[in-house]
Structures are given as structure tokens and as C-alpha cells.
């Protein structure tokens, strides 16, 4: 029922930017949280930045101070800025948004650091 389209993902140096996004089949603000999370090979899946409730935000200590969260509602649209990106960033990126009944996860998204 519901769909998440992520794109934007890719290969970057170090130190460069890469900018997500995730657009929904329907109105973000129908989703009690969205946001983003990631999964390296032989890691476990792990937030990396999501909203909460209304416009409050959480992100992984390591996001913080360079990557961010941003909306478009108008769009259906959820953002992940990130800059000053690190070979330890390469993951494949999913999108997930959830209500009090259901979760729902894009296809992911795969993010190339090279160093």
C-alpha cells in the first residue's frame, strides 16, 4: 500500500557531499516517525537521522554535525544531507517510515565512501 522511493545514493570521495531522498506514496505528516537508517556488510541496521514528532529530530552520534534531516511536504519528500562524508559511512541507506499499526522500508540505497 504504502511506497518509499529512495534515490541519490552513488559513489563520493572523502570529504565530499551526497544528498537522499525519499519520497512517499502519501503525506509524511500521516507517519508518526520517518527517517533514515543504514546497514554495513556484517553490521546490524542502525539509525542514522529521523524525525520524531512534529519537527523534532534525532541523529546516530556519529551523524551528528554533518549530515541533516530535512522535509518537503509539499513533495512528500524526506531529505538526507550529508557532507564531510567517511570511508566508515559506506552503507546501503534505507528509508523508513512507521505508524502506530506498520513500518515500511525502501528498497535501500547504496553510499560509496572511498577514501
Known amino acids: 500500500q504504502v511506497q518509499l522511493v529512495e534515490s541519490g545514493g552513488g559513489l563520493v570521495q572523502a570529504g565530499g557531499s551526497l544528498r537522499l531522498s525519499c519520497a512517499a506514496s502519501?503525506?509524511?505528516?500521516?507517519?508518526?516517525?520517518m527517517g533514515w537508517y543504514r546497514q554495513a556488510p556484517g553490521k546490524q541496521r542502525e539509525l542514522v537521522a529521523a524525525?520524531?514528532?512534529?519537527?523534532?529530530?534525532t541523529y546516530a552520534d556519529s551523524a551528528k554535525g554533518r549530515f541533516t534531516v530535512s522535509r518537503d511536504s509539499a513533495k512528500s519528500t524526506v531529505y538526507l544531507q550529508m557532507n564531510s562524508l567517511k570511508p566508515e559511512d559506506t552503507a546501503v541507506y534505507y528509508c523508513?517510515?512507521?505508524?502506530?499499526?506498520?513500518?515500511?522500508w525502501g528498497q535501500g540505497t547504496q553510499v560509496t565512501v572511498s577514501s
Open positions: 502519501r503525506s509524511i505528516f500521516s507517519f508518526n516517525r
Open positions: 524525525f520524531t514528532s512534529g519537527a523534532s529530530t
Open positions: 523508513k517510515a512507521a505508524t502506530p499499526w506498520d513500518e515500511y
